[in-house]
């Protein structure tokens, strides 16, 4: 690919950046790759090998007007927004936020799911954020519930890296709402004015337990044998064989279960720890945030 991202969705992990990023993948004159987080903004062994590692997936580019990518997990590394302006520092930022009560409680269960989370209850995980937040790069992302949910310290850095008219906040709430317009704005907002039709039914990231724990752990977790291997393997041999072996696995190795809602002592208690933050990301955007003081 001869030109640059446009566009990057950075976040948040279960707050509606997959939904956002299918279904404006699919208008005419928007190139997503088929690959969803690409590490090569946050991760100092992928941005070694310079762009043309990152452009690697972008090989099927046929000249649409725009062209983007999403990594939920960009707005927990700070110094990704230098690296991501120091790429393009014209490009377009956008964060898909949720309500962190709901959205912790979802993170949990898709943890329990891909089989990372050792904890046996949600109340329990939050007793390990602390230490979880001094490990692997693995646990200081996937497991660190609370952290995840303080998006005003989150956004500041890409804020004071891009300024705010590069940067739109969509609230999952809007997206849920109404879809339909929560993407074309985005797009409109991105420059894309062409009316398409959008497929915005079909569900995303559906929950679920693993029918064997270990496999999926073996599966889905960051190990040494894995890192090994990037070493002697290209990155689209490696988007190959996880597309068509591991992705398989996975989704078969998952039976649906609807969880149980979160205890209401927990949420109360959660309502409390989130509001100064919640109230500090109102602050920043300058708008109310929709209905998450309870």
Do not use: C
């Given at each position: 690919?001869?030109?640059?991202?446009?566009?990057?969705?950075?976040g948040?992990?279960k707050?509606?950046?997959?939904?956002?990023?299918?279904?404006?993948?699919?208008?005419?004159?928007?190139?997503?790759?088929?690959?969803?987080?690409?590490?090569?903004?946050?991760?100092?062994?992928?941005?070694?090998?310079?762009?043309?590692?990152?452009?690697?997936?972008?090989?099927?580019?046929?000249?649409?007007?725009?062209?983007?990518?999403?990594?939920?997990?960009?707005?927990?590394?700070?110094e990704?927004?230098?690296?991501?302006?120091?790429?393009?520092?014209?490009?377009?930022?956008?964060?898909?936020?949720?309500?962190p009560?709901?959205?912790?409680?979802?993170?949990?269960?898709?943890?329990?799911?891909?089989?990372?989370?050792?904890?046996?209850?949600?109340?329990?995980?939050?007793?390990?954020?602390?230490?979880?937040?001094?490990?692997?790069?693995?646990?200081?992302?996937?497991?660190?519930?609370?952290?995840?949910?303080?998006?005003?310290?989150?956004?500041?850095?890409?804020?004071?890296?891009?300024?705010?008219?590069?940067?739109?906040?969509?609230?999952?709430?809007?997206?849920?709402?109404?879809?339909?317009?929560?993407?074309?704005?985005?797009?409109?907002?991105?420059?894309?004015?062409?009316?398409?039709?959008?497929?915005?039914?079909?569900?995303?990231?559906?929950?679920?337990?693993?029918?064997f724990?270990?496999?999926?752990?073996?599966?889905?977790?960051?190990?040494?044998v894995?890192?090994?291997?990037?070493?002697?393997?290209?990155?689209?041999?490696?988007?190959?064989?996880?597309?068509?072996?591991?992705?398989?696995?996975?989704?078969?190795?998952?039976?649906?279960?609807?969880?149980?809602?979160?205890?209401?002592?927990?949420?109360?208690?959660?309502?409390?720890?989130?509001?100064?933050?919640?109230?500090?990301?109102?602050?920043?955007?300058?708008a109310?945030?929709?209905?998450?003081?309870?």
């Open positions: 690919m001869n030109r640059r991202l446009d566009f990057m969705i950075i948040t992990q707050g509606g950046t997959t939904a956002l990023f299918r279904y404006m993948g699919q208008h005419p004159d928007v190139f997503v790759p088929e690959a969803k987080e690409i590490h090569y903004f946050s991760n100092p062994e992928f941005h070694a090998q310079g762009p043309e590692y990152l452009h690697t997936f972008y090989s099927e580019y046929g000249g649409e007007q725009v062209v983007g990518g999403a990594y939920v997990h960009l707005l927990h590394y700070a990704s927004a230098k690296t991501m302006w120091e790429y393009n520092s014209e490009m377009k930022l956008i964060a898909v936020l949720r309500n009560i709901d959205r912790a409680y979802s993170a949990y269960w898709f943890a329990v799911r891909n089989g990372w989370e050792s904890a046996e209850t949600f109340e329990e995980a939050l007793e390990l954020e602390a230490s979880r937040l001094k490990g692997t790069r693995q646990e200081q992302t996937e497991l660190t519930y609370l952290n995840q949910g303080k998006y005003a310290q989150r956004l500041q850095p890409f804020l004071d890296q891009f300024g705010t008219e590069q940067l739109r906040v969509v609230f999952q709430d809007n997206l849920r709402a109404d879809p339909g317009a929560a993407v074309r704005e985005t797009l409109q907002w991105l420059g894309v004015e062409r009316e398409a039709e959008l497929n915005m039914s079909k569900p995303v990231n559906v929950a679920g337990m693993p029918r724990r270990r496999l999926q752990r073996v599966l889905l977790q960051e190990n040494q894995k890192r090994a291997l990037r070493k002697v393997t290209t990155p689209g041999f490696r988007w190959q064989f996880q597309k068509r072996i591991v992705l398989p696995l996975v989704k078969k190795n998952v039976r649906p279960v609807q969880y149980q809602p979160m205890k209401e002592e927990t949420r109360t208690r959660l309502i409390e720890y989130f509001a100064p933050y919640n109230r500090e990301l109102e602050a920043l955007l300058g109310d945030v929709p209905h998450w003081n309870h």
